[in-house]
């Protein structure tokens, strides 16, 4: 596959770059994309959420009212979930949402989404990225002269 080679003002050099068909010509595998996007959202979550359980409550164990004879379910505990100021069932417990994914398939997700790049004619190849200082108002300049000033961009240089 062949890309029009820019420079930093956005004309074309005339030269083409050639982008390899292992990496930007295979056939997309959405399912990989997505496999990988949701192991990456869900290594993102914090996972520390805690509610005490019953047995990190403060409070006496004594049993707080009798077995029989009062007419009302039987009690054992103050610090039983059913009490107010008692512990919480079935609480939430810190926990890690990450999941593992194969290596062959993260590598499969990733050339997935460039291929679809490609497909897009998304990839812009630039010549010569050099800036005599390192200002955002060049930088900026740069996007504006390209047509990518509102967009989402990724540069790797």
């Known amino acids: 596959m062949k890309v029009a080679v820019l420079d930093k003002n956005g004309k074309d050099t005339g030269r083409k770059a050639d982008l390899s068909k292992d990496v930007f010509g295979i056939e997309p595998n959405n399912h990989a994309v997505y496999l990988d996007v949701k192991q990456y959202l869900a ?30 379910a039987r ?20 926990q ?17 989404a460039l291929s679809l790049k490609a497909n897009d004619k998304s990839i812009v190849v630039l010549e010569d990225f050099t800036m005599d200082t390192a200002k955002t108002q060049e930088f900026t300049g740069v996007l504006k002269s390209l047509g990518l ?7 790797v240089l």
């Open 75 to 94: 009690a054992g505990s103050i610090k039983s979930g059913v009490f107010r100021g008692g512990g919480r069932m079935f609480g939430p417990r810190p």
């Open 43 to 72: 290594n993102q979550r914090q996972g520390t959420s805690k509610a005490k359980e019953r047995a990190e409550i403060a409070g006496s164990t004594r049993k707080i009212k009798k077995q029989k004879g009062t007419g009302t």
């Open 96 to 112: 890690n949402h990450g999941f593992k994914l194969n290596k062959n398939l993260k590598r499969l997700a990733r050339r997935s």
């Open 149 to 155: 000033e509102n967009k989402k961009c990724l540069f």
